[in-house]
C-alpha cells in the first residue's frame, strides 16, 4: 500500500481476499499499482494479512479486505471488496492493522480494537473474538502511538510501552511466554522508567494581571525543580510541591518545571511562557489586510473600511470605503482577523463568522460563494482566537486544537493532504497550541511550552530545509520560549520571551531586520530589539511594539508603512515617527496600524498604503506618518468623540472635564474651555461654585463689586466680609438655608 499527498490510496500485489480494496472482479494479483478510487482524504493506511486499513481526515476508518474474524468489521465473515465505513469509531488519530485484528486510536488517547482475539489481542481482557470495535482494557489511556502484529502495543505519552495478545515467542517483551488479555508493561528493559511530564495549570498565556499557576506530577514521589530564567531545571534549582503555585507577576516570565525521582529518568522540561501587564492588548483591536481594515470596539461592535470589491468590508456592498463603517450584521465580537481579501470575527458564543473573497473556501461556508455579509463558519464552535491567511484561515479552539480551511495547495491546513476544505478540518497530530497565525501557503503555531510549529510551504517553515512541503507540523527545535508569533507572505516573526524578536523566510526588502536581503530558512534574530512585547508580519515589512509603548518598523517602505516619514526599505528596526506613545496594539498589512491606549478610551491610528482608503483617515492618499483616524466613538457621551478628545486634551472618560456642569462637547459649542478650571477667573474652582450656588461664568455674582473668590458672603449683595469677632459675644448663632435664585441645578 502507499499514500499520495493528494489523499488517494494506491495498492497492488496479492488481492485473493479482495484487500487491494479495487473491487470484485479484479484479478487475485496486481503487478502494478492501482488507485483505491473509493476513498478520498486518506490521511493514512496500514495493511495487514489479507486486510486493509485507512483513515481519513475527518476522523473514520475504512477497511477491506478478508474479514473471517470480523477484522474488516461490519457484520458476517464474507470478504469485502470495497471500503467500508468501520461503524463506532469517530475522532481516530491512528490505526493499526495486525495479522488477523485491527486497532484504532482516539483523539483522547483511548484505544479500540475488533477482529481475532484467540490469543487476547484486542485487550479486553476475553479471548472472544469481535467484529465491532470495542475499547481496550486494563485502564489505558494517554496512548500516543500504536502498532499489532499477532499482538498490540501501545506507546504511552510518559515513554512507557503497554502490551497484549499472544507471547508464544516472546513478543510481548515480559519474559514469560504467556499470552496476555490485558495491557501490560514491559519489564525487562536495560533503560529505567521516566518520571511523567509535570502539568502546568494554566498552560501560559496573556494576562492583564499577576497569575497563579499550579504545578502538579502524576508520578508519585516524583520532586519538581523550577526555573524563570529560561534554563532547564537541575536538582539544585528551587523546589515546588507537586500540586502548589506559583506566580507569574508582570511582564514576561518563562516558567520551566522537571521532575527527578530516584531510580528513574527525569522527566522532559515542562515549559510555559505567561505575558502579563497592561501592555497585554484586550479589548479594542485591529487587523490590517492588503488593502481593507477591521476594528474592534471595546463594546463588541465591529468596524471596517478600505477595499470592499469583493464584500470584504461585511456590509452587503461592494463600494469602498475611506473612513470606519460599522458592521450592523455581527455584535459581541471578542476577535478579529484579515485575510488577503476576506474577513473572520469570533463571537462571544465561540463561533466564528467570514466574508468576502470565498474562490478557494477561505469564508469556510461549505461553498466558493463569494460572501458581502458575514456568515456562520460550518461546524466551529468554542474557538478561542482565528487568523486569516493569504487564501486561508485557522482557528484556535479552547482546547488546544487548530483548525483550518480554504486553500491547501501547500498542506498549510496541516490535514496531511493538499486538499483545499470549503470547510474546517483539524490539523493532524496537533494538539496545546496558545497562538497561531497564517500567511501565505504557511501556518505556525505557538503551544503552550514555548515551542514554534509551522506547516506548508517549505520555505517558509524555519526549519532549515527549503525543499518540498510538510504537510502536518513540524517543531524548531532551537525556540523553546515563544511568546507570539505573526506571519507575513514570505516571512515569520517570533517574539521570544526575552524581549528578542527572530525571523525567517524571504529577506528582500529588510522584513527580518538583520541588515540583509537575503533568504533565511532559520530563525536568526531581528538587530537591536530586546524589549519587544508584540510583533507583526506585513507585506515585505515588519513591526514591533516595545516596553515603553512605542513602535519600531523594518522593510518594505515603498508606500510610507514604516511610518517614519520617508520611502526607503529600512534592514534594520528604526522608530515609527511622531508622538505615538501608550500603544497597545500593532497590525501589519500594507498600511499599518496601531490601537493607542488614551485614559479609559483607545484611539486608531494609521499610516501607508492607502489607495483605497484603508488607512481610515477620509482619503486616498498613502501616508508616511502615523495619522488619527476619526473613529465614531464617544467613551464618556459628552459630545465629544475620543479622537476629538485627544485633540483637545479633555478626558475621554470624564464627560465633564473641567467640572463647570457642562459637558465637553457643549461646552465647546459654547466657546467654553473644557479644560479650565476656573472660567470666570473669579479665584472660585468650577466645581467649587456648583457647591456654593454661585455662577462659575460670573466672576461676581451677588453684583457688589468683590469676586466671588474673595467675597465671604458671595451670594449677599450687601456684605461682603466677616464682622471681626467679638471675644465678649456668647450668643447662639442663627443659621438659615435657602436656595439661591441664581444657582445653577446640577443636571
Same mark, same amino acid.
Given at each position: 500500500?502507499?499514500?499520495?499527498?493528494?489523499?488517494?490510496?494506491?495498492?497492488?500485489?496479492?488481492?485473493?481476499?479482495?484487500?487491494?480494496?479495487?473491487?470484485?472482479?479484479?484479478?487475485?494479483?496486481?503487478?502494478?499499482?492501482?488507485?483505491?478510487?473509493?476513498?478520498?482524504?486518506?490521511?493514512?493506511?496500514? !495493511?495487514?494479512?489479507?486486510?486493509?486499513?485507512?483513515? /481519513? $481526515? *475527518? =476522523? @473514520?476508518? +475504512? %477497511?477491506? #479486505?478478508? &474479514?473471517?474474524?470480523?477484522?474488516?468489521?461490519?457484520?458476517?465473515?464474507?470478504?469485502?471488496?470495497?471500503?467500508?465505513?468501520?461503524?463506532?469509531?469517530?475522532?481516530?488519530?491512528?490505526?493499526? !492493522?495486525?495479522?488477523?485484528?485491527?486497532?484504532?486510536? /482516539? $483523539? *483522547? =488517547? @483511548?484505544? +479500540? %480494537?475488533? #477482529?481475532? &482475539?484467540?490469543?487476547?489481542?484486542?485487550?479486553?481482557?476475553?479471548?472472544?473474538?469481535?467484529?465491532?470495535?470495542?475499547?481496550?482494557?486494563?485502564?489505558?489511556?494517554?496512548?500516543?502511538?500504536? !502498532?499489532?502484529?499477532?499482538?498490540?502495543?501501545?506507546?504511552?505519552? *510518559? =515513554?512507557?510501552?503497554?502490551?497484549? #495478545?499472544?507471547?508464544?515467542?516472546?513478543?510481548?517483551?515480559?519474559?514469560?511466554?504467556?499470552?496476555?488479555?490485558?495491557?501490560?508493561?514491559?519489564?525487562?528493559?536495560?533503560?529505567?522508567?521516566?518520571?511523567?511530564?509535570?502539568?502546568?495549570?494554566?498552560?501560559?498565556?496573556?494576562?492583564?494581571?499577576?497569575?497563579?499557576?499550579?504545578?502538579?506530577?502524576?508520578?508519585?514521589?516524583?520532586?519538581?525543580?523550577?526555573?524563570?530564567?529560561?534554563?532547564?531545571?537541575?536538582?539544585?534549582?528551587?523546589?515546588?510541591?507537586?500540586?502548589?503555585?506559583?506566580?507569574?507577576?508582570?511582564?514576561?516570565?518563562?516558567?520551566?518545571?522537571?521532575?527527578?525521582?530516584?531510580?528513574?529518568?527525569?522527566?522532559?522540561?515542562?515549559?510555559?511562557?505567561?505575558?502579563?501587564?497592561?501592555?497585554?492588548?484586550?479589548?479594542?483591536?485591529?487587523?490590517?489586510?492588503?488593502?481593507?481594515?477591521?476594528?474592534?470596539?471595546?463594546?463588541?461592535?465591529?468596524?471596517?473600511?478600505?477595499?470592499?470589491?469583493?464584500?470584504?468590508?461585511?456590509?452587503?456592498?461592494?463600494?469602498?470605503?475611506?473612513?470606519?463603517?460599522?458592521?450592523?450584521?455581527?455584535?459581541?465580537?471578542?476577535?478579529?482577523?484579515?485575510?488577503?481579501?476576506?474577513?473572520?470575527?469570533?463571537?462571544?458564543?465561540?463561533?466564528?463568522?467570514?466574508?468576502?473573497?470565498?474562490?478557494?473556501?477561505?469564508?469556510?461556508?461549505?461553498?466558493?460563494?463569494?460572501?458581502?455579509?458575514?456568515?456562520?463558519?460550518?461546524?466551529?464552535?468554542?474557538?478561542?482566537?482565528?487568523?486569516?491567511?493569504?487564501?486561508?484561515?485557522?482557528?484556535?479552539?479552547?482546547?488546544?486544537?487548530?483548525?483550518?480551511?480554504?486553500?491547501?495547495?501547500?498542506?498549510?491546513?496541516?490535514?496531511?493532504?493538499?486538499?483545499?476544505?470549503?470547510?474546517?478540518?483539524?490539523?493532524?497530530?496537533?494538539?496545546?497550541?496558545?497562538?497561531?497565525?497564517?500567511?501565505?501557503?504557511?501556518?505556525?503555531?505557538?503551544?503552550?511550552?514555548?515551542?514554534?510549529?509551522?506547516?506548508?510551504?517549505?520555505?517558509?517553515?524555519?526549519?532549515?530545509?527549503?525543499?518540498?512541503?510538510?504537510?502536518?507540523?513540524?517543531?524548531?527545535?532551537?525556540?523553546?520560549?515563544?511568546?507570539?508569533?505573526?506571519?507575513?507572505?514570505?516571512?515569520?516573526?517570533?517574539?521570544?520571551?526575552?524581549?528578542?524578536?527572530?525571523?525567517?523566510?524571504?529577506?528582500?526588502?529588510?522584513?527580518?531586520?538583520?541588515?540583509?536581503?537575503?533568504?533565511?530558512?532559520?530563525?536568526?534574530?531581528?538587530?537591536?530589539?530586546?524589549?519587544?512585547?508584540?510583533?507583526?508580519?506585513?507585506?515585505?515589512?515588519?513591526?514591533?511594539?516595545?516596553?515603553?509603548?512605542?513602535?519600531?518598523?523594518?522593510?518594505?517602505?515603498?508606500?510610507?508603512?514604516?511610518?517614519?516619514?520617508?520611502?526607503?526599505?529600512?534592514?534594520?528596526?528604526?522608530?515609527?515617527?511622531?508622538?505615538?506613545?501608550?500603544?497597545?496594539?500593532?497590525?501589519?498589512?500594507?498600511?499599518?496600524?496601531?490601537?493607542?491606549?488614551?485614559?479609559?478610551?483607545?484611539?486608531?491610528?494609521?499610516?501607508?498604503?492607502?489607495?483605497?482608503?484603508?488607512?481610515?483617515?477620509?482619503?486616498?492618499?498613502?501616508?508616511?506618518?502615523?495619522?488619527?483616524?476619526?473613529?465614531?466613538?464617544?467613551?464618556?457621551?459628552?459630545?465629544?468623540?475620543?479622537?476629538?478628545?485627544?485633540?483637545?486634551?479633555?478626558?475621554?472618560?470624564?464627560?465633564?472635564?473641567?467640572?463647570?456642569?457642562?459637558?465637553?462637547?457643549?461646552?465647546?459649542?459654547?466657546?467654553?474651555?473644557?479644560?479650565?478650571?476656573?472660567?470666570?477667573?473669579?479665584?472660585?474652582?468650577?466645581?467649587?461654585?456648583?457647591?456654593?450656588?454661585?455662577?462659575?461664568?460670573?466672576?461676581?455674582?451677588?453684583?457688589?463689586?468683590?469676586?466671588?473668590?474673595?467675597?465671604?458672603?458671595?451670594?449677599?449683595?450687601?456684605?461682603?466680609?466677616?464682622?471681626?469677632?467679638?471675644?465678649?459675644?456668647?450668643?447662639?448663632?442663627?443659621?438659615?438655608?435657602?436656595?439661591?435664585?441664581?444657582?445653577?441645578?446640577?443636571?
Amino acid at each position: 500500500m502507499a499514500l499520495k499527498n493528494d489523499g488517494m490510496a494506491w495498492t497492488w500485489g496479492l488481492n485473493g481476499q479482495g484487500q487491494l480494496g479495487l473491487g470484485a472482479g479484479v484479478p487475485s494479483s496486481q503487478l502494478v499499482p492501482a488507485q483505491v478510487t473509493a476513498l478520498s482524504d486518506v490521511i493514512a493506511i496500514s !495493511a495487514g494479512l489479507a486486510h486493509s486499513l485507512a483513515l /481519513k $481526515s *475527518d =476522523g @473514520t476508518v +475504512w %477497511a477491506w #479486505g478478508g &474479514n473471517p474474524e470480523g477484522q474488516v468489521g461490519p457484520g458476517g465473515s464474507s470478504h469485502q471488496f470495497f471500503p467500508v465505513q468501520v461503524s463506532g469509531l469517530s475522532n481516530i488519530v491512528a490505526i493499526a !492493522a495486525g495479522y488477523n485484528h485491527s486497532v484504532a486510536l /482516539k $483523539s *483522547d =488517547g @483511548t484505544v +479500540w %480494537a475488533w #477482529g481475532r &482475539n484467540s490469543g487476547g489481542q484486542l485487550g479486553d481482557g476475553t479471548t472472544v473474538t469481535r467484529a465491532a470495535p470495542a475499547p481496550v482494557g486494563g485502564g489505558l489511556s494517554g496512548v500516543v502511538g500504536i !502498532a499489532a502484529g499477532d499482538h498490540t502495543l501501545a506507546l504511552l505519552a *510518559d =515513554g512507557f510501552i503497554k502490551t497484549w #495478545g499472544r507471547d508464544d515467542h516472546g513478543q510481548l517483551g515480559d519474559g514469560l511466554s504467556v499470552n496476555r488479555t490485558l495491557p501490560g508493561d514491559i519489564l525487562f528493559l536495560t533503560f529505567a522508567p521516566k518520571v511523567r511530564l509535570p502539568t502546568l495549570s494554566p498552560d501560559g498565556g496573556r494576562f492583564l494581571s499577576m497569575q497563579s499557576i499550579k504545578v502538579g506530577s502524576s508520578t508519585p514521589g516524583a520532586t519538581l525543580h523550577y526555573t524563570t530564567d529560561g534554563r532547564a531545571p537541575t536538582k539544585s534549582d528551587p523546589v515546588i510541591v507537586s500540586g502548589s503555585s506559583l506566580s507569574a507577576a508582570d511582564g514576561i516570565t518563562t516558567l520551566r518545571v522537571r521532575a527527578f525521582k530516584s531510580g528513574m529518568v527525569a522527566s522532559e522540561v515542562k515549559s510555559a511562557v505567561f505575558q502579563i501587564g497592561s501592555q497585554v492588548a484586550t479589548g479594542a483591536n485591529v487587523a490590517g489586510a492588503l488593502a481593507h481594515t477591521l476594528a474592534l470596539g471595546r463594546d463588541g461592535t465591529l468596524w471596517s473600511w478600505g477595499n470592499n470589491t469583493l464584500g470584504q468590508l461585511g456590509n452587503g456592498l461592494e463600494v469602498n470605503r475611506v473612513t470606519p463603517t460599522l458592521v450592523s450584521a455581527l455584535k459581541d465580537i471578542t476577535a478579529v482577523a484579515a485575510g488577503s481579501q476576506h474577513s473572520l470575527a469570533l463571537r462571544d458564543d465561540g463561533t466564528v463568522w467570514a466574508w468576502g473573497r470565498n474562490s478557494e473556501g477561505e469564508v469556510g461556508d461549505g461553498t466558493l460563494i463569494q460572501r458581502s455579509l458575514p456568515v456562520q463558519v460550518a461546524g466551529l464552535d468554542l474557538v478561542k482566537t482565528l487568523q486569516g491567511g493569504e487564501f486561508h484561515s485557522l482557528a484556535l479552539k479552547q482546547d488546544g486544537t487548530v483548525w483550518g480551511w480554504g486553500k491547501n495547495d501547500s498542506g498549510e491546513l496541516g490535514d496531511g493532504t493538499t486538499l483545499g476544505r470549503i470547510t474546517p478540518v483539524q490539523t493532524q497530530n496537533f494538539s496545546g497550541a496558545r497562538e497561531i497565525t497564517a500567511g501565505r501557503r504557511v501556518s505556525v503555531a505557538v503551544k503552550g511550552d514555548g515551542s514554534v510549529w509551522a506547516w506548508g510551504g517549505k520555505d517558509r517553515l524555519g526549519d532549515g530545509s527549503s525543499a518540498g512541503n510538510s504537510l502536518s507540523p513540524v517543531r524548531l527545535g532551537m525556540i523553546f520560549d515563544a511568546v507570539q508569533v505573526s506571519t507575513g507572505p514570505d516571512h515569520v516573526l517570533v517574539l521570544r520571551a526575552d524581549g528578542t524578536v527572530w525571523a525567517w523566510g524571504n529577506g528582500g526588502r529588510g522584513q527580518l531586520g538583520n541588515g540583509s536581503s537575503a533568504w533565511q530558512f532559520k530563525p536568526i534574530q531581528v538587530a537591536g530589539m530586546t524589549d519587544a512585547v508584540a510583533v507583526s508580519a506585513g507585506e515585505a515589512y515588519s513591526m514591533a511594539l516595545t516596553r515603553d509603548g512605542r513602535i519600531w518598523a523594518w522593510g518594505s517602505n515603498l508606500r510610507g508603512q514604516l511610518g517614519d516619514g520617508a520611502l526607503d526599505s529600512r534592514f534594520m528596526p528604526v522608530p515609527v515617527s511622531g508622538d505615538l506613545t501608550e500603544v497597545s496594539f500593532i497590525s501589519a498589512g500594507l498600511q499599518s496600524m496601531a490601537v493607542q491606549r488614551f485614559g479609559g478610551a483607545a484611539l486608531f491610528w494609521g499610516w501607508g498604503a492607502n489607495e483605497s482608503g484603508q488607512v481610515g483617515d477620509g482619503t486616498t492618499t498613502d501616508r508616511l506618518f502615523p495619522v488619527l483616524i476619526r473613529f465614531p466613538y464617544d467613551t464618556d457621551q459628552d459630545g465629544l468623540e475620543d479622537w476629538e478628545e485627544f485633540g483637545k486634551g479633555t478626558d475621554p472618560s470624564n464627560a465633564d472635564s473641567n467640572g463647570d456642569g457642562i459637558r465637553d462637547g457643549p461646552s465647546v459649542d459654547l466657546g467654553i474651555d473644557p479644560l479650565d478650571p476656573d472660567v470666570d477667573d473669579d479665584g472660585l474652582p468650577n466645581t467649587q461654585e456648583l457647591v456654593l450656588g454661585t455662577n462659575p461664568f460670573l466672576s461676581d455674582s451677588d453684583g457688589d463689586g468683590v469676586p466671588d473668590g474673595t467675597d465671604a458672603f458671595p451670594l449677599d449683595p450687601s456684605r461682603a466680609s466677616l464682622p471681626p469677632p467679638d471675644p465678649e459675644d456668647d450668643t447662639a448663632p442663627t443659621v438659615t438655608l435657602t436656595e439661591p435664585e441664581n444657582a445653577i441645578r446640577l443636571p
